[in-house]
């Protein structure tokens, strides 16, 4: 697929493993080099913490000295470098840079000793969207001829970019899965805590109830039972001293009073017998 100024490269599908990272382009830039360009989505803190951890991981991607070692570690986080010259765009330009490459693998031409530079300008282009400009030259020690990348240094920097990007990302989501999962626990901890709020409340208030209750009954119990008193009493047939005598209660003995009357009171006693009693002859409960 071609576009003006932009060619798109067919390995974009196997760099970008997730989506909206789509466009991975060999360009022009307004330096005249050949160069690599690429969009990224995500915030901007994450992004930064993936380019910086390429810039900063000491290996160039995509290159290697000795077919028996196909990795170039040793490489070095600079903040200039006159490889490439000036960057006279917008961005925030950053350096890898390897000394004493010797005929290092996919420069173009390359047979000589000298120092490997890659260079990343990361751009805003959009909320949450970014663009990266990848460099990588050559540059003999003797001689100061310059060669440029074949493009496999600067698409497999992306890579290591685009790779620690999504695990950032795969993190981030996990870390708000986890807190969304510790939430919930917490809340359900907490509605389990209310509600043995509200069950201890309830049983109080029951509890409570229910002393009031007892209060209640020991008072109206007060107010509707008498106790003989010390010299017994005698249960009458009717309420006068003629009255023939039904029974006699012993000291002490409770007797429920049914009716009130100004000398005498008509009780019942614990087996359900009824008579009269005069009132001196029974006390008040304790």
């Known amino acids: 697929m071609r576009a003006t100024g932009v ?9 970008i493993l997730f989506a909206d990272c789509l466009l991975f382009a060999k360009t022009t830039d307004k330096n005249g080099d050949i160069g690599f360009s690429a969009d990224l989505e995500g915030n901007q803190a994450d992004v930064r913490e993936a380019l910086e951890a390429v810039v900063n991981d000491a290996t160039i991607h995509g290159t290697y000295v000795y077919d028996k070692e196909q990795s170039l570690n040793g490489a070095e986080a600079e903040e200039k470098s006159k490889a490439l010259g000036d960057w006279t765009g917008p961005g925030k330009v950053y350096f890898k840079v390897f000394h004493g490459a010797l005929a290092p693998r996919n420069f173009k031409g390359s047979e000589d000793q000298g120092t490997i530079t890659v260079r990343y ?13 990848i460099d990588a030259v050559f540059v003999e020690n003797e001689h100061r001829t310059v060669h440029a990348s074949e493009g496999i240094v600067e698409s497999s920097e992306f890579k290591e970019i685009t790779d620690k990007l999504r695990a950032i990302q795969l993190q981030a989501q996990k870390n708000i899965e986890s807190k969304a999962r510790i939430d919930a626990q917490i809340a359900a901890k907490e509605e389990l805590l209310r509600r043995r709020q509200e069950e201890a409340t309830r049983l ?44 006699t209660l012993k000291p002490s003995t409770d007797v429920a009073v049914m009716i009130l009357s100004q000398y005498w009171l008509g009780i019942e006693t614990s087996d359900g017998h009824r008579g009269w009693i005069r009132k001196e002859e029974l006390v008040a409960l304790p």
Do not use: W
């Not at 300008?121 to 400009?133: E, M, S, T």
């Not at 009031?212 to 509707?224: A, G, I, Y």
């Open 204 to 247: 109080s208030n029951a509890e409570s109830s229910a002393q009031d209750l007892v209060q209640r009954v020991q008072e109206l119990r007060h107010k509707v039972e008498m106790r003989v008193a010390a010299s017994g009493a005698h249960v009458k047939s009717a309420p006068f001293a003629a009255a023939a005598t039904l029974e």
């Open 7 to 15: 060619y798109v490269s067919a390995v974009c599908l196997s760099f």
């Open 121 to 133: 300008v990361l751009q805003d282009i959009a909320p949450n969207r970014f663009r990266i400009h």
